[in-house]
């Protein structure tokens, strides 16, 4: 739950490509540590809802920890180059700490917290509603991983919300990144939960935004101590179910672009925004920055550092495990979210009109922001809740999933998971590091030799620039799958199949050496020397020209293009008309087939009621049709700058 006061707040190479791989089943590429698939869901799902049940308040389960977050360094972008996180300016901010954003990390029963009505664990609405990883696969079994930043994104097309019992904030809504911090001091272990939000009046649509620190590590609720971390913020308490707990809590003036900004949606235009927070250590101790950017440039309004020294080893950063939970942390749920409820302090409010949401999570993996693996539409966290909120599985302009939220009665359910989800794995061995993957013509930079990316099945084209462009060609991705790529390598060059005579969407597929690839355009293999033979995948009604062959492959770094001409087979004319149009397009739906049949059918009545003309007239010959000047080739990929751009999401 977040709470805030807002009286103290102003409102051309050679493509060296090679696959490596292609599985069913996501394997160790993923910094994600799998648990045993044969873990069954339910006993994980009971170890959840029963202390999860527990509520949503911070705290760190005893035992060890990973230190895998200690190898990843904690993004910071700057506006020209990957950087260390940057700094906080000094700006003035609210003499004592904003309301809390959320009401907290709730309890369960024993210790005195009610579920309420926000509560995900009643099963229905309200609820926070949005996206979070749970650490629980939809399909089964768990996962759990560490991160140094998460960075939520949030596309507005349309939005209205409204609860008339918040006086003075009726219309308000409350977009929550909330994450779990852990690390170890000496032998004691601390979990904190940490939350950046972003607060939308729907009817001005004026912004607040601030941040809250809670602690979680121990029962009956724990209290922060005012000495135990500094930053521009400060310390107030804030009851709820009769219970008094200690947070800290900052909110960012109007001194930072965008803080006080009026956002524009509607009538075709969205509003885009995102968080970010950071996790690292500064000094050995650890540290949180906290960001947004609402179109005006990325602000740093935060900076908490923990007082308590910690050694690389033990510190974790965010993570994600849903089994976190224990007697000595039973409101450490272990999930980030990215969720819409009420504007603050515990409240609930509902949509009411017209909404077009868009949220998504990326984790950094220690080389790129990475959708998070699984998803479900509601946050076990936070006390803050929304009804009326119906969210679907979508994705965003990279084709990364992402969670579309609009006005109508929903469930609480999972929205993605392993299964229903593509990773994309693409390695660098040239010896260049850094560089940008591009999916559909939209650049994601990463860092080091490697970059690895969360889409949702359908067909890309994906191209890597690091030193050299590396085209890897149209592919064609399925749920569950994992595809690894390798590029650079000397001697491997591309293979590329030209289709001639096919529609752009029309799906086909070529084998070669044993691997088989679909997809629409061109399809691109990546070879070392040799000799290969190919076989192009059939499709009804046509013949392609070759349908198969040899290859070969000479290792001078020079592509090789194999042209395939495809033809119809069909006779007749309502045959003819459905092939080009296959060709062309795809394969036609049968109510275009019944408009061919009702325009072949009109037209054969009205040529059998024309009177026979004793005059035979022969038409002059029609001209021959202009040549064709080839498809236009796009221009060659421009680099582009080393900040990743901010997502942006479709209306």
């Known amino acids: 739950m977040s709470v805030h006061d807002s009286s103290t707040l102003a409102t051309g190479p050679s493509a060296w490509v090679r696959t490596l791989g292609r599985s069913g089943v996501p394997d160790g590429r993923s910094r994600l540590r799998r648990f045993d698939a044969t873990r069954a869901r339910g006993p994980v799902l009971a170890l959840v809802i029963a202390t999860l049940v527990v509520g949503s308040p911070f705290g760190h389960p005893a035992g060890s920890r990973s230190a895998a977050a200690s190898s990843f360094p904690a993004p910071g972008f700057s506006a020209t180059a990957v950087s260390a996180p940057q700094s906080v300016p000094t700006v003035e901010h609210a003499s004592t700490a904003p309301a809390p954003s959320s009401g907290g990390l709730r309890a369960a029963p024993p210790l005195g917290w009610g579920l309420g009505p926000g509560s995900p664990y009643n099963g229905s609405e309200p609820a926070p509603m949005g996206v979070s990883d749970q650490g ?13 930043s998460f960075q939520g994104s949030i596309s507005i097309a349309e939005l209205s919300a409204y609860n008339a019992s918040i006086l003075g904030a009726q219309d308000e809504i409350g977009f929550q990144l909330n994450a779990f911090l852990g690390f170890d001091s000496g032998s004691s272990s601390f ?14 649509k004026s912004v607040d935004l601030y941040d809250n620190i809670w602690n979680a590590t121990s029962n009956p609720l724990p209290e922060i101590d005012a000495s135990a971390v500094s930053g521009n913020g400060s310390f107030s308490s804030f009851t709820y179910d009769g219970q008094s707990e200690t947070y800290y809590g900052d909110g ?17 235009q969205s509003a885009n925004i995102t968080l970010r927070l950071n996790a690292s250590l500064t000094a050995g101790r650890p540290t949180v920055r906290f960001m947004f950017d609402d179109g005006l440039g990325a602000q740093w309004f935060d900076q908490a550092t923990f007082s308590l020294s910690v050694a690389p080893a033990a510190f974790q950063g965010f993570f994600v495990n849903a089994g976190a939970l224990s007697a000595s942390c039973a409101r450490c749920v272990g999930d980030v979210e990215l969720i819409a409820g009420g504007p603050n302090s515990g409240y609930q409010t509902a949509l009411n009109g017209l909404t077009n949401v868009s949220l998504g999570i990326e984790r950094w993996n220690g080389h790129n922001y990475e959708s998070v693996p699984d998803a479900y539409d509601y946050g076990l966290a936070t006390a803050e809740g929304l009804s009326d909120a119906t969210v679907r599985l979508a994705s965003d302009a990279e084709g990364e999933p992402s969670a579309r939220m609009t006005y109508g009665a929903g469930t609480l359910g999972p929205v993605w998971g392993s299964g229903s989800v593509s990773v994309v794995g693409v390695s660098v061995v040239s010896g260049h590091a850094g560089g ?20 949702v099945p359908s067909t890309y084209a994906l191209s890597v620039d690091s030193g050299s462009v590396y085209p890897l060609g149209d592919r064609t991705l399925l749920g569950g799958e994992d595809l690894t790529l390798e590029v650079g390598r000397p001697g491997v060059v591309a293979v590329v199949f030209v289709p001639q005579g ?44 070759p349908s198969g062959g040899n290859v070969s492959v000479n290792g001078s770094g020079t592509n090789v293009t194999v042209p395939v ?9 309502l045959a003819e008309i459905v092939s080009i149009l296959e060709l062309r397009l795809g394969p036609v739906p049968f109510y275009v087939l019944l408009l061919i049949l009702i325009v072949l059918g009109v037209g054969a009545g009205v040529a059998s009621r024309r009177p026979r003309s004793r005059t035979r007239f022969i038409p002059p010959p029609s001209p021959p049709p202009s040549a064709s000047t080839g498809e236009s080739v796009p221009s060659p990929y421009e680099p582009a700058p080393s900040e990743p751009p901010h997502r942006t999401f479709p209306p």
């Open 252 to 268: 960012a003036s109007c001194t930072y672009s965008g803080a006080c900004a009026v956002l524009v949606y509607g009538l075709g």
């Open 502 to 545: 096919l529609g752009t969407f029309q799906v086909w597929s070529v084998t070669l050496g044993g691997e088989t690839l679909n997809g629409t355009g061109n399809i691109t293999f990546g070879e070392p020397r040799g000799n290969y033979t190919f076989a192009v995948g059939s499709l009804t009604g046509f013949a392609s020209s």
């Open 565 to 573: 001409r495809w033809t119809s087979t069909q006779t007749g004319l």
């Open 436 to 455: 940008a993957l591009t999916v559909n013509g939209t650049s994601v930079p990463f860092l080091g030799q490697y970059v690895e990316f969360t889409l």
């Open 191 to 204: 979990v904190y939960w940490v939350q950046d939000v972003f607060e939308v009046n729907t009817s001005s």
């Open 136 to 148: 629980v696969d939809p399909g089964g079994g768990s996962h759990s991983y560490a991160t140094a």
